[in-house]
C-alpha cells in the first residue's frame, strides 16, 4: 500500500469530498477505457478506489467524464441502502478524477456465475440474489432516480455474497431523462427502446432485471453467441430475447417474460417484484411450490407510489 500522494484540501466544498491523508492506494485489480481500479483503506475501512483520467486533448470526451463523475458521487453520497453500493468519498484533481467505495470483496456477479459455469445456481440462490438487486432497485427508484445500466457487471457482492447495485454513473432523474434514451446502457442487456431511442422510462430497468434473472437461472451471459451490435439488431427488430431455461421453476420464468416484455407498461413495477420474490423466498424455505404471482393493477401500483409522485402524476394528468 502506498498513501495517496495528492495533498488533502484545507476546506471540503462537498460533503463527499476525500481527506486524502487517509487514503492509501495498492494494487489494481480492474481495468476500463478511462479508469483503474485500485485496493485501498481510507482511514481503517477497505475500500476500492476507482481512478478515472480525462484524456487532455479530447473536450468534449473530458466534459462527459467529469458531468459523469459529478453525477455518480452527487447520486451515491445520498443514497444509503443495504443491497446499494456506498460511497465512502471522492475527490477531483483535473484530469484526474477519483471515486472510493466499499470493497466488495466477492467482485461481480457476471464474474461469480462465469466462475460456476457449466452450473447454475439453485433456485434458492437466485430467489436470494434476485431478491437483493430487486430491493436496491426499488430503493433507487423511489429515490425518482433510472440506472440505465443494470446488468451483472454493475451488481457486486460482498463477503456474504449479498448482491448490491453499482456504477450509476449513466443513470439520471426520471424527470430529467428526456424523450430519449440516448442509449445509455449496454446492449446485451439494454430494453428495446432504449436502442430504438424512444422515451426513457424507469422501466428500462425492469426490462434489464429480466435478462439479470436470466442469468441468475442460466449461469450464462445473454445472447453469447451473437456480437452486442447483432444482440441489439436481434432484441430492437425481432423481439428476441435469450431461450428460457427448461430446468428453472415456471413460475421464475414468468416473472422473467414479464420484466423483459416488449411493452414497458406491461413490466411490473420493482415494488411488486420484490413481493414476489419474498413470497418465493418463504416458499423455498418451507419446501412448497412456486406459483406465478398475478400482477397488480396500474391502481394498485398508484397508491403504492410516495404522496410527491402521486401529486407529480396526478398534474401530469391535466392538460393545459
Known amino acids: 500500500m502506498k498513501r495517496s500522494v495528492l495533498p488533502a ?18 494494487k489494481s485489480f480492474a481495468t476500463g477505457s478511462d479508469s483503474r481500479v485500485y485496493r485501498g483503506i481510507y482511514g481503517r475501512q477497505a475500500v476500492a478506489v476507482k481512478m478515472i483520467r480525462a484524456p487532455e486533448r479530447d473536450d468534449d470526451k473530458r466534459r462527459a467524464l467529469e458531468e459523469q463523475f459529478n453525477a455518480e458521487v452527487t447520486l451515491l453520497w445520498r443514497l444509503r441502502h443495504p443491497n446499494v453500493v456506498q460511497l465512502v468519498a471522492a475527490y477531483r484533481e483535473p484530469p484526474v478524477y477519483c471515486v472510493i467505495t466499499e470493497y466488495m470483496s466477492r467482485g ?3 464474474a461469480y456465475l462465469h466462475a460456476r459455469e457449466p ?6 440462490t437466485v430467489v436470494r440474489l434476485a431478491l437483493d438487486v430487486a430491493r436496491g432497485m426499488e430503493y433507487i427508484h423511489a429515490q425518482g432516480v433510472v440506472h440505465r445500466d443494470l446488468k451483472s457487471l454493475n451488481l457486486l457482492l460482498d463477503d456474504g455474497v449479498r448482491a448490491k447495485v453499482a456504477d450509476l454513473g449513466t443513470s439520471c432523474l426520471e424527470s430529467h431523462c428526456g424523450d430519449k434514451c440516448s442509449r445509455m446502457g449496454t446492449y446485451r442487456w439494454m430494453a428495446p427502446e432504449m436502442i430504438g431511442d424512444k422515451r426513457c422510462t424507469r422501466k428500462v430497468d425492469v426490462y434489464s432485471f429480466g435478462v439479470v434473472l436470466w442469468e441468475l437461472t442460466t449461469g450464462l451471459l445473454p445472447f453469447e453467441d451473437l456480437s452486442p451490435v447483432q444482440a441489439a439488431y436481434a432484441v430492437c427488430v425481432g423481439n428476441a430475447r435469450p431461450p428460457i431455461s427448461p430446468s428453472c421453476p415456471p413460475a421464475i420464468n414468468s416473472l422473467i417474460e414479464r420484466c423483459w416484455s416488449a411493452k414497458p407498461a406491461k413490466r411490473p413495477e420493482f415494488s411488486h417484484i420484490v413481493s414476489v420474490l419474498e413470497i418465493y423466498d418463504r416458499c423455498l424455505r418451507q419446501g ?3 406459483l406465478p404471482q398475478p400482477l397488480p393493477s396500474p391502481l394498485a401500483d398508484f397508491f403504492k407510489l410516495r404522496p410527491f409522485r402521486k ?7 391535466f392538460k393545459v
Do not use: V
Open 311 to 317: 401529486m407529480m402524476l396526478l398534474l401530469s394528468s
Open 288 to 290: 412448497l411450490p412456486l
Open 119 to 124: 452450473y447454475s445456481l439453485p433456485p434458492e
Open 9 to 26: 484540501r484545507s476546506a471540503a466544498a462537498e460533503p463527499w469530498a476525500a481527506d486524502r491523508s487517509k487514503l492509501m492506494i495498492g
Open 108 to 110: 461481480t456477479l457476471r
